[in-house]
């Protein structure tokens, strides 16, 4: 195996730290009297998981609850576990990984929820992995075109066909089986992105870019607009459909649940308010 974890590491884990740093400037220059409530964690020498992170929240007037966190973590997965992450038996379990994990949840039904990640992983194998989706509960067709165009600059200095496909990717994984329904108007989504380390890298931070470019105009658009009671309602409702995916399908909950990881910040996408009819 070679060095664990790999001389790109720490390179992605500092990046990462500062990706964090700026989302949160953005966002709160866009929600201009509020500021993210910042806590550090650090696992201890006993837990499963060593390493930390940071969880920030912001409980504001555009966002109603929005958490960004970042975290550097290594460990060594539940044999059960192993079977279901590349390299890990390999590894015989050991793994590090880094990212930056985002949910926004807006006040005004106007405005859509977003998510977005990017990670590292690394067992015997190292990977990028990330994306973002956008879930509007009343949809513009004018912003989720917005929304994809900016995402289809980024993917184009990284491979002819990167968003296309990405894109595939990411209507297949936002879908919820048991409604039949897609989560949202979707983004790109990408795992696994082993070849070409450096240049992969380079695409990630370009998402990063990206995702705010794609993202904040649009929370500026439509952050005064006026709503009804019954565009609310909609809006608890989608996000009742939201919570679903998180729990029952995403795999960044179930990997960070079996890893051993923190579970405020595991949970910090589930929305402030929902509702099921």
């Not at 989560?183 to 380390?197: A, K, M, N, Q, W």
């Not at 009671?229 to 960044?252: C, I, M, S, W």
Request: include cysteine.
């Amino acid at each position: 195996m070679d060095p664990f974890p790999s001389p790109l590491a720490a390179a992605s884990a500092g990046y990462f730290r500062q990706l964090q740093d700026n989302i949160i400037k953005a966002f709160e220059d866009t929600d201009k009297n509020h500021k993210f409530i910042k806590t550090p964690w650090q696992k201890g020498s006993q837990d499963l998981l060593q390493g930390g992170g940071t969880i920030a929240l912001l409980h504001g007037e555009v966002f109603e609850k929005m958490g960004v966190n970042f975290s550097e973590v290594s460990g060594t997965f539940p044999e059960a576990f192993r079977k279901e992450i590349p390299g890990a038996e390999a590894s015989g379990g050991r793994f590090w990984a880094s990212g930056v994990s985002l949910v926004c949840h807006p006040r005004n039904p106007h405005v859509p929820a977003v998510h977005f990640n990017v990670r590292r992983i690394e067992t015997s194998r190292t990977w990028f992995g990330g994306g973002t989706d956008l879930t509007p509960c009343l949809p513009v067709e004018e912003d989720t075109a917005h929304f994809h165009q900016t995402l289809e600059d980024a993917c184009k200095s990284y491979q002819p066909d990167a968003y296309p496909r990405f894109k595939k990717w990411c209507d297949e994984y936002f879908f919820l089986p048991h409604r039949n329904e897609a989560r949202g108007v979707g983004g790109i989504f990408f795992d696994y992105l082993e070849d070409r380390p450096e240049e992969t890298f380079a695409f990630v931070q370009a998402v990063g870019q990206a995702f705010l470019a794609a993202y904040l105009p649009l929370a500026e658009k439509h952050k005064d607009q006026p709503f009804t009671p019954g565009e609310k309602h909609t809006q608890l409702v989608k996000r009742g459909r939201y919570a679903e995916f998180n729990l029952l399908y995403d795999r960044g909950t179930r990997f960070g649940l079996q890893s051993g990881g923190n579970v405020d910040a595991i949970l910090m996408s589930l929305p402030p308010e929902a509702r099921w009819p």
